[in-house]
Protein backbone atom coordinates (compact mmCIF):
# COMPACT_ATOMS: atom_id res chain seq x y z
CA UNK A 1 0.00 0.00 0.00
CA UNK A 2 1.25 3.49 -0.85
CA UNK A 3 1.79 6.69 1.33
CA UNK A 4 -1.64 7.55 2.29
CA UNK A 5 -3.11 10.93 1.03
CA UNK A 6 -3.42 13.25 3.84
CA UNK A 7 -6.55 14.98 4.78
CA UNK A 8 -5.83 17.93 6.81
CA UNK A 9 -8.34 20.56 8.51
CA UNK A 10 -7.23 23.65 8.96
CA UNK A 11 -7.93 25.97 11.89
CA UNK A 12 -7.86 30.21 10.87
CA UNK A 13 -7.44 31.42 14.15
CA UNK A 14 -7.74 35.54 14.89
CA UNK A 15 -7.56 36.73 18.56
CA UNK A 16 -7.67 33.31 20.43
CA UNK A 17 -10.78 31.84 18.55
CA UNK A 18 -11.02 29.77 15.31
CA UNK A 19 -13.32 31.54 12.62
CA UNK A 20 -13.70 30.96 8.74
CA UNK A 21 -14.41 33.61 6.53
CA UNK A 22 -16.17 33.47 3.00
CA UNK A 23 -13.62 35.17 0.52
CA UNK A 24 -11.64 36.04 3.76
CA UNK A 25 -14.48 38.23 5.09
CA UNK A 26 -17.58 37.76 6.45
CA UNK A 27 -16.24 35.45 9.55
CA UNK A 28 -18.11 33.16 11.61
CA UNK A 29 -17.23 31.66 14.87
CA UNK A 30 -15.74 28.04 15.29
CA UNK A 31 -14.97 27.87 18.83
CA UNK A 32 -11.71 27.16 20.57
CA UNK A 33 -9.10 25.93 18.49
CA UNK A 34 -7.21 23.75 21.44
CA UNK A 35 -10.90 22.25 21.63
CA UNK A 36 -11.24 22.17 18.11
CA UNK A 37 -7.31 20.74 17.66
CA UNK A 38 -8.30 17.97 20.00
CA UNK A 39 -11.36 17.15 18.13
CA UNK A 40 -10.11 16.56 14.83
CA UNK A 41 -6.54 14.31 16.12
CA UNK A 42 -9.20 12.04 17.70
CA UNK A 43 -11.26 11.82 14.38
CA UNK A 44 -7.87 10.62 12.49
CA UNK A 45 -7.14 13.81 11.14
CA UNK A 46 -3.15 13.03 9.22
CA UNK A 47 -2.61 16.49 10.43
CA UNK A 48 -3.53 20.13 11.48
CA UNK A 49 -2.79 23.82 9.73
CA UNK A 50 -3.27 26.51 12.00
CA UNK A 51 -3.18 29.96 10.14
CA UNK A 52 -2.88 32.74 12.75
CA UNK A 53 -4.85 35.84 11.13
CA UNK A 54 -4.47 37.76 13.99
CA UNK A 55 -3.25 41.75 13.44
CA UNK A 56 -2.12 42.87 16.38
CA UNK A 57 1.18 41.98 18.55
CA UNK A 58 -1.21 41.20 21.35
CA UNK A 59 -3.37 38.67 19.58
CA UNK A 60 0.52 36.84 18.30
CA UNK A 61 1.39 36.40 21.77
CA UNK A 62 -1.82 34.60 22.44
CA UNK A 63 -1.05 32.46 19.22
CA UNK A 64 2.21 31.33 21.19
CA UNK A 65 0.46 29.95 23.96
CA UNK A 66 -2.01 28.75 21.73
CA UNK A 67 0.01 26.29 19.67
CA UNK A 68 2.01 25.49 23.09
CA UNK A 69 -1.56 23.91 23.94
CA UNK A 70 -2.14 22.31 20.93
CA UNK A 71 1.36 20.53 20.75
CA UNK A 72 0.96 19.26 24.60
CA UNK A 73 -2.34 17.33 23.85
CA UNK A 74 -2.06 16.66 19.94
CA UNK A 75 0.04 13.77 18.92
CA UNK A 76 0.16 14.52 14.80
CA UNK A 77 2.17 17.38 13.00
CA UNK A 78 1.21 20.44 13.39
CA UNK A 79 1.86 23.74 11.23
CA UNK A 80 1.36 27.03 11.60
CA UNK A 81 1.14 29.99 9.85
CA UNK A 82 0.30 33.69 9.39
CA UNK A 83 2.41 36.71 10.16
CA UNK A 84 5.67 34.92 9.66
CA UNK A 85 8.09 37.64 8.86
CA UNK A 86 11.65 36.49 10.10
CA UNK A 87 13.84 33.46 10.82
CA UNK A 88 12.67 34.63 14.25
CA UNK A 89 9.11 34.23 13.78
CA UNK A 90 10.40 30.30 12.60
CA UNK A 91 12.14 29.84 15.90
CA UNK A 92 9.55 31.20 18.06
CA UNK A 93 6.83 29.22 16.69
CA UNK A 94 9.11 25.58 16.21
CA UNK A 95 9.67 26.11 20.16
CA UNK A 96 6.06 26.66 20.77
CA UNK A 97 5.57 22.99 19.47
CA UNK A 98 5.18 23.76 15.67
CA UNK A 99 6.37 20.85 13.78
CA UNK A 100 6.02 22.94 10.05
CA UNK A 101 6.17 26.51 9.61
CA UNK A 102 4.44 28.15 6.66
CA UNK A 103 5.51 31.60 5.50
CA UNK A 104 3.38 33.26 2.42
CA UNK A 105 3.91 37.02 2.23
CA UNK A 106 7.14 37.50 3.80
CA UNK A 107 8.75 35.17 0.69
CA UNK A 108 7.73 37.06 -1.94
CA UNK A 109 9.12 40.51 -0.12
CA UNK A 110 12.42 38.54 0.78
CA UNK A 111 12.75 34.88 -0.98
CA UNK A 112 16.10 34.74 1.04
CA UNK A 113 13.89 34.15 4.06
CA UNK A 114 13.17 30.80 2.59
CA UNK A 115 16.37 30.01 2.15
CA UNK A 116 17.90 31.02 5.49
CA UNK A 117 14.77 29.70 7.28
CA UNK A 118 15.03 25.93 5.31
CA UNK A 119 19.29 26.19 5.94
CA UNK A 120 18.48 26.57 9.65
CA UNK A 121 15.96 24.51 10.72
CA UNK A 122 15.73 22.23 7.58
CA UNK A 123 13.34 21.93 4.44
CA UNK A 124 11.19 19.34 6.49
CA UNK A 125 9.74 22.34 8.78
CA UNK A 126 9.21 24.88 5.71
CA UNK A 127 5.80 25.23 3.78
CA UNK A 128 5.49 28.14 1.16
CA UNK A 129 2.18 29.49 0.77
CA UNK A 130 0.98 30.41 -2.16
CA UNK A 131 -2.42 32.15 -2.74
CA UNK A 132 -3.41 32.26 -6.53
CA UNK A 133 -5.92 33.13 -8.70
CA UNK A 134 -6.46 32.97 -12.38
CA UNK A 135 -5.30 35.78 -14.93
CA UNK A 136 -5.58 34.47 -17.70
CA UNK A 137 -8.77 35.45 -19.95
CA UNK A 138 -10.92 32.81 -21.41
CA UNK A 139 -9.15 31.32 -24.64
CA UNK A 140 -6.23 32.45 -23.16
CA UNK A 141 -3.24 30.09 -21.84
CA UNK A 142 -4.36 29.11 -18.38
CA UNK A 143 -1.93 31.99 -16.10
CA UNK A 144 -2.39 32.17 -12.81
CA UNK A 145 -0.61 34.92 -10.04
CA UNK A 146 -0.01 35.25 -7.15
CA UNK A 147 -1.81 37.58 -4.85
CA UNK A 148 -1.67 38.77 -1.06
CA UNK A 149 -3.74 40.99 1.02
CA UNK A 150 -6.60 38.35 0.76
CA UNK A 151 -6.60 38.06 -2.26
CA UNK A 152 -6.56 42.06 -2.98
CA UNK A 153 -3.52 42.54 -4.27
CA UNK A 154 -1.41 41.35 -7.36
CA UNK A 155 2.09 40.35 -7.26
CA UNK A 156 3.07 39.90 -11.00
CA UNK A 157 4.32 36.78 -9.98
CA UNK A 158 3.53 33.92 -11.66
CA UNK A 159 2.19 31.57 -9.08
CA UNK A 160 3.78 28.31 -10.96
CA UNK A 161 7.12 29.80 -11.49
CA UNK A 162 7.11 30.63 -8.07
CA UNK A 163 6.20 27.36 -6.54
CA UNK A 164 9.28 26.23 -8.38
CA UNK A 165 11.56 28.94 -7.09
CA UNK A 166 10.79 28.16 -4.03
CA UNK A 167 10.77 24.69 -4.39
CA UNK A 168 14.28 25.25 -5.21
CA UNK A 169 14.96 28.01 -2.21
CA UNK A 170 14.49 24.83 0.00
CA UNK A 171 11.07 24.92 0.76
CA UNK A 172 9.75 21.19 2.23
CA UNK A 173 6.43 21.49 0.42
CA UNK A 174 3.61 24.01 -0.78
CA UNK A 175 0.63 24.84 0.43
CA UNK A 176 -1.18 26.24 -2.48
CA UNK A 177 -4.90 28.05 -1.98
CA UNK A 178 -7.17 28.77 -5.32
CA UNK A 179 -8.34 31.84 -4.17
CA UNK A 180 -11.28 32.09 -6.72
CA UNK A 181 -13.10 29.94 -5.19
CA UNK A 182 -11.82 30.26 -1.21
CA UNK A 183 -14.70 29.67 1.09
CA UNK A 184 -17.25 30.10 -1.81
CA UNK A 185 -17.38 25.94 -1.77
CA UNK A 186 -17.15 25.50 -5.79
CA UNK A 187 -13.99 23.38 -5.19
CA UNK A 188 -10.33 23.61 -5.74
CA UNK A 189 -8.87 25.94 -8.96
CA UNK A 190 -8.02 21.89 -10.30
CA UNK A 191 -5.87 23.28 -12.94
CA UNK A 192 -3.08 25.28 -10.96
CA UNK A 193 -3.22 22.89 -8.61
CA UNK A 194 -2.30 20.40 -11.16
CA UNK A 195 0.68 22.87 -12.69
CA UNK A 196 1.92 22.91 -9.98
CA UNK A 197 1.72 19.41 -8.60
CA UNK A 198 3.59 18.68 -11.95
CA UNK A 199 6.14 21.25 -11.86
CA UNK A 200 7.62 20.82 -8.28
CA UNK A 201 9.56 17.65 -6.61
CA UNK A 202 7.86 18.18 -3.51
CA UNK A 203 4.42 17.61 -1.88
CA UNK A 204 1.87 19.97 -2.72
CA UNK A 205 -1.26 20.72 -0.40
CA UNK A 206 -4.76 21.92 -2.06
CA UNK A 207 -6.58 24.32 -0.03
CA UNK A 208 -9.44 26.50 -0.58
CA UNK A 209 -13.52 26.25 -1.73
CA UNK A 210 -14.03 22.70 -0.59
CA UNK A 211 -17.81 22.32 -0.11
CA UNK A 212 -18.23 18.94 0.21
CA UNK A 213 -16.25 15.31 -0.25
CA UNK A 214 -16.03 14.81 -4.12
CA UNK A 215 -13.58 18.12 -3.62
CA UNK A 216 -11.29 16.73 -1.85
CA UNK A 217 -11.13 13.28 -3.93
CA UNK A 218 -10.78 15.77 -7.45
CA UNK A 219 -7.96 17.50 -5.38
CA UNK A 220 -6.61 14.19 -5.09
CA UNK A 221 -7.44 12.84 -8.58
CA UNK A 222 -7.45 15.89 -10.68
CA UNK A 223 -5.18 18.31 -9.45
CA UNK A 224 -2.81 15.72 -7.98
CA UNK A 225 -2.43 16.83 -4.54
CA UNK A 226 0.01 14.70 -1.75
CA UNK A 227 -2.74 16.22 0.64
CA UNK A 228 -6.17 18.60 0.84
CA UNK A 229 -7.12 20.81 2.80
CA UNK A 230 -10.36 22.12 4.46
CA UNK A 231 -12.19 24.21 7.12
CA UNK A 232 -15.96 25.05 7.22
CA UNK A 233 -17.37 21.31 6.39
CA UNK A 234 -15.31 20.22 9.31
CA UNK A 235 -16.14 23.01 11.83
CA UNK A 236 -19.52 23.13 10.98
CA UNK A 237 -19.86 19.76 11.47
CA UNK A 238 -20.90 19.28 7.79
CA UNK A 239 -18.25 16.35 7.23
CA UNK A 240 -16.00 14.85 10.03
CA UNK A 241 -13.01 13.53 8.79
CA UNK A 242 -14.13 9.84 9.03
CA UNK A 243 -16.80 10.39 6.43
CA UNK A 244 -14.42 12.15 4.44
CA UNK A 245 -11.75 9.55 4.24
CA UNK A 246 -14.25 6.94 3.86
CA UNK A 247 -15.84 8.62 0.78
CA UNK A 248 -12.26 9.42 -0.32
CA UNK A 249 -11.16 5.31 -0.18
CA UNK A 250 -14.68 4.35 -1.67
CA UNK A 251 -13.67 6.38 -5.04
CA UNK A 252 -10.04 5.24 -4.91
CA UNK A 253 -8.23 7.19 -2.75
CA UNK A 254 -5.08 5.30 -0.50
CA UNK A 255 -5.89 6.89 2.91
CA UNK A 256 -5.16 6.12 6.16
CA UNK A 257 -8.32 4.99 8.39
CA UNK B 1 11.81 4.90 43.10
CA UNK B 2 9.83 6.75 39.87
CA UNK B 3 11.01 5.71 36.81
CA UNK B 4 12.77 8.81 34.16
CA UNK B 5 13.39 8.77 30.72
CA UNK B 6 16.06 11.08 29.05
CA UNK B 7 15.64 12.62 25.87
CA UNK B 8 19.04 13.58 24.32
CA UNK B 9 19.00 17.59 23.40
CA UNK B 10 21.99 18.41 21.34
CA UNK B 11 20.00 21.86 20.30
CA UNK B 12 18.47 20.06 16.70
CA UNK B 13 15.09 21.44 16.90
CA UNK B 14 12.42 21.47 19.57
CA UNK B 15 12.08 18.28 21.71
CA UNK B 16 9.06 19.42 23.46
CA UNK B 17 6.61 17.52 21.17
CA UNK B 18 8.89 14.09 22.08
CA UNK B 19 8.72 14.94 25.96
CA UNK B 20 4.88 15.46 25.51
CA UNK B 21 4.44 12.28 23.71
CA UNK B 22 6.29 10.09 26.33
CA UNK B 23 4.55 12.20 28.87
CA UNK B 24 1.31 11.24 27.54
CA UNK B 25 2.48 7.56 26.69
CA UNK B 26 3.19 6.78 30.77
CA UNK B 27 1.74 9.79 32.92
CA UNK B 28 4.03 8.30 35.84
CA UNK B 29 6.99 8.45 34.44
CA UNK B 30 9.87 11.45 34.76
CA UNK B 31 10.89 12.93 31.37
CA UNK B 32 14.01 15.37 31.09
CA UNK B 33 15.64 16.58 28.70
CA UNK B 34 18.90 17.76 28.72
CA UNK B 35 22.21 17.24 27.28
CA UNK B 36 23.82 16.97 30.67
CA UNK B 37 26.23 13.76 30.41
CA UNK B 38 25.11 13.15 34.03
CA UNK B 39 21.11 13.33 33.66
CA UNK B 40 21.41 11.08 30.74
CA UNK B 41 23.82 8.62 33.28
CA UNK B 42 21.20 8.95 35.43
CA UNK B 43 17.79 8.34 33.35
CA UNK B 44 16.61 4.66 33.09
CA UNK B 45 16.00 5.07 29.88
CA UNK B 46 17.36 7.31 27.12
CA UNK B 47 15.71 8.64 22.95
CA UNK B 48 18.29 9.96 21.02
CA UNK B 49 16.09 12.33 18.44
CA UNK B 50 16.81 14.22 15.71
CA UNK B 51 15.53 16.66 13.09
CA UNK B 52 17.07 18.60 10.47
CA UNK B 53 20.20 18.34 8.41
CA UNK B 54 22.96 15.55 9.66
CA UNK B 55 26.22 17.60 9.17
CA UNK B 56 24.90 19.90 11.60
CA UNK B 57 23.57 17.48 13.84
CA UNK B 58 26.97 15.75 13.73
CA UNK B 59 28.54 18.75 14.37
CA UNK B 60 26.78 19.25 17.24
CA UNK B 61 27.33 15.72 18.36
CA UNK B 62 30.68 15.80 18.22
CA UNK B 63 30.89 19.11 19.90
CA UNK B 64 28.71 18.12 23.33
CA UNK B 65 30.12 14.15 23.52
CA UNK B 66 26.97 12.92 22.68
CA UNK B 67 27.97 9.87 21.23
CA UNK B 68 29.76 9.07 24.20
CA UNK B 69 26.62 9.54 25.92
CA UNK B 70 25.27 7.27 23.29
CA UNK B 71 27.59 4.46 23.70
CA UNK B 72 27.37 4.71 27.38
CA UNK B 73 23.60 4.49 27.29
CA UNK B 74 23.74 1.77 24.99
CA UNK B 75 26.14 -0.51 27.11
CA UNK B 76 23.90 -0.77 29.82
CA UNK B 77 20.05 0.26 29.37
CA UNK B 78 17.38 1.37 26.49
CA UNK B 79 18.16 3.12 24.00
CA UNK B 80 15.25 4.69 21.29
CA UNK B 81 16.60 6.53 18.23
CA UNK B 82 14.33 8.75 16.29
CA UNK B 83 14.48 10.22 12.58
CA UNK B 84 17.47 11.72 12.01
CA UNK B 85 18.76 10.22 15.60
CA UNK B 86 18.38 6.64 13.66
CA UNK B 87 20.20 7.66 10.95
CA UNK B 88 23.15 9.24 12.79
CA UNK B 89 23.32 5.75 14.42
CA UNK B 90 24.64 4.63 10.98
CA UNK B 91 27.81 4.57 9.78
CA UNK B 92 27.52 6.85 6.50
CA UNK B 93 25.22 9.22 5.46
CA UNK B 94 25.34 10.89 1.42
CA UNK B 95 23.45 13.90 2.63
CA UNK B 96 25.89 17.31 2.85
CA UNK B 97 28.40 15.56 0.36
CA UNK B 98 28.94 12.80 2.40
CA UNK B 99 28.97 12.97 6.63
CA UNK B 100 30.74 10.42 8.99
CA UNK B 101 28.08 8.91 11.10
CA UNK B 102 28.47 7.36 14.35
CA UNK B 103 28.86 3.86 13.39
CA UNK B 104 27.02 1.88 15.75
CA UNK B 105 24.75 -0.11 13.56
CA UNK B 106 26.66 -0.45 10.00
CA UNK B 107 24.92 0.43 7.21
CA UNK B 108 24.34 3.98 4.94
CA UNK B 109 22.00 6.88 4.43
CA UNK B 110 20.70 7.54 0.91
CA UNK B 111 18.87 9.81 -1.10
CA UNK B 112 15.63 8.86 -2.23
CA UNK B 113 16.81 10.88 -5.49
CA UNK B 114 14.82 13.39 -7.67
CA UNK B 115 13.50 10.86 -10.19
CA UNK B 116 11.03 8.51 -7.99
CA UNK B 117 8.58 6.51 -9.04
CA UNK B 118 6.48 4.03 -7.22
CA UNK B 119 5.74 0.39 -8.65
CA UNK B 120 3.07 1.58 -11.02
CA UNK B 121 5.07 4.40 -12.56
CA UNK B 122 3.05 7.43 -10.58
CA UNK B 123 5.83 10.16 -9.93
CA UNK B 124 6.65 10.34 -6.10
CA UNK B 125 7.30 13.26 -4.19
CA UNK B 126 10.63 13.81 -2.13
CA UNK B 127 11.06 14.99 1.40
CA UNK B 128 8.52 11.20 1.49
CA UNK B 129 5.99 13.30 3.70
CA UNK B 130 3.06 11.45 5.48
CA UNK B 131 1.48 7.90 6.88
CA UNK B 132 2.97 4.94 5.47
CA UNK B 133 2.97 1.06 6.28
CA UNK B 134 5.47 -0.03 8.18
CA UNK B 135 6.06 -3.81 7.60
CA UNK B 136 7.39 -5.31 10.42
CA UNK B 137 10.24 -7.68 9.64
CA UNK B 138 10.32 -9.69 12.87
CA UNK B 139 8.60 -9.57 16.19
CA UNK B 140 9.94 -7.23 18.60
CA UNK B 141 8.91 -5.91 21.93
CA UNK B 142 8.38 -1.86 21.08
CA UNK B 143 6.04 -3.80 18.40
CA UNK B 144 3.70 -5.11 20.73
CA UNK B 145 0.13 -4.34 20.31
CA UNK B 146 0.84 -2.45 16.98
CA UNK B 147 -0.35 -4.70 14.05
CA UNK B 148 1.83 -5.46 11.21
CA UNK B 149 1.43 -2.82 8.33
CA UNK B 150 0.62 -0.14 10.95
CA UNK B 151 0.85 3.47 9.63
CA UNK B 152 3.28 6.08 10.89
CA UNK B 153 3.82 9.65 10.01
CA UNK B 154 7.15 10.02 7.80
CA UNK B 155 8.91 13.53 7.22
CA UNK B 156 12.83 12.95 5.49
CA UNK B 157 14.63 12.76 2.26
CA UNK B 158 17.13 10.74 3.13
CA UNK B 159 16.64 6.76 4.44
CA UNK B 160 18.48 4.19 5.94
CA UNK B 161 19.86 0.73 4.21
CA UNK B 162 20.71 -1.18 7.16
CA UNK B 163 23.20 -3.07 6.22
CA UNK B 164 23.06 -6.20 8.48
CA UNK B 165 20.03 -7.98 8.24
CA UNK B 166 19.98 -9.51 11.78
CA UNK B 167 19.48 -5.68 12.67
CA UNK B 168 16.39 -4.86 10.51
CA UNK B 169 13.16 -4.94 12.14
CA UNK B 170 10.79 -3.00 9.83
CA UNK B 171 11.24 -1.84 6.19
CA UNK B 172 8.87 0.88 4.39
CA UNK B 173 8.39 1.46 0.38
CA UNK B 174 8.29 4.42 -1.30
CA UNK B 175 9.74 3.90 -4.62
CA UNK B 176 12.31 1.91 -3.07
CA UNK B 177 12.47 -0.81 0.30
CA UNK B 178 13.99 1.15 3.33
CA UNK B 179 14.80 0.25 6.61
CA UNK B 180 12.28 1.39 8.96
CA UNK B 181 13.60 0.42 12.29
CA UNK B 182 16.79 -1.28 13.38
CA UNK B 183 17.47 -2.71 16.39
CA UNK B 184 20.11 -4.60 18.81
CA UNK B 185 19.47 -6.10 22.43
CA UNK B 186 18.62 -3.18 24.07
CA UNK B 187 18.73 -0.49 21.42
CA UNK B 188 15.99 0.48 19.11
CA UNK B 189 15.93 3.16 16.40
CA UNK B 190 12.96 4.54 13.76
CA UNK B 191 12.69 6.25 10.61
CA UNK B 192 9.42 7.46 11.45
CA UNK B 193 8.29 9.90 14.02
CA UNK B 194 6.14 7.59 16.79
CA UNK B 195 5.65 11.46 18.67
CA UNK B 196 3.81 12.55 15.49
CA UNK B 197 2.02 9.17 14.95
CA UNK B 198 -1.23 9.42 17.17
CA UNK B 199 -2.21 6.12 18.59
CA UNK B 200 0.57 3.72 17.12
CA UNK B 201 3.73 6.10 17.87
CA UNK B 202 1.96 6.73 21.69
CA UNK B 203 1.60 2.80 21.90
CA UNK B 204 5.21 2.44 20.44
CA UNK B 205 6.75 4.96 22.96
CA UNK B 206 4.71 2.78 26.11
CA UNK B 207 6.27 0.10 24.71
CA UNK B 208 9.66 1.66 24.91
CA UNK B 209 8.91 2.55 28.97
CA UNK B 210 7.90 -0.69 29.94
CA UNK B 211 10.65 -2.11 28.36
CA UNK B 212 13.54 -4.27 29.83
CA UNK B 213 15.83 -4.27 27.04
CA UNK B 214 15.30 -7.37 26.41
CA UNK B 215 14.50 -9.00 22.67
Redesign the interface.
Known sequence: MPLAKRIIPCLDVENGRVVKGVKFLDIRDAGDPVEVARRYNEQGADEITFLDITASHEGRETTVHTVEKIAEQVFIPLTVGGGIREVNDVRVMLNAGADKVSINTAAIFRPELVREAADRFGSQCIVVAIDAKKVSLPGELDRWEIFTHGGRKPTGLDAVEWAVKMAQFGAGEILLTSMDQDGVKSGYDLGVTRAISDAVPIPVIASGGVGNLQHLVDGVVGGGADAVLAASIFHFGEYSVPQAKQYMRERGVEVRL | MTASVAVIDYGM??L??VA??LQ?ADPSVKVNVSADPAVIRAADRVVFPG???IRDCMAEIHRLGVGDMLREAMASKPVLGICVGMQAMLDHSQENDGVDCLGLFSGEVKFFG?DLH?AAGQR??????????VQQDRAHPLWANIPD?E?F?F???YYADCADEAHAFGNC??GVKFTAAIGRDNVFAVQF?P????TA??RLLHNFLQWDGQI
Request: hydrophobic share 25%; proline share 3%.
Open positions: GNHSSAHVGANDLKVPHMGWNNGRYVHSDYHEKSHGL
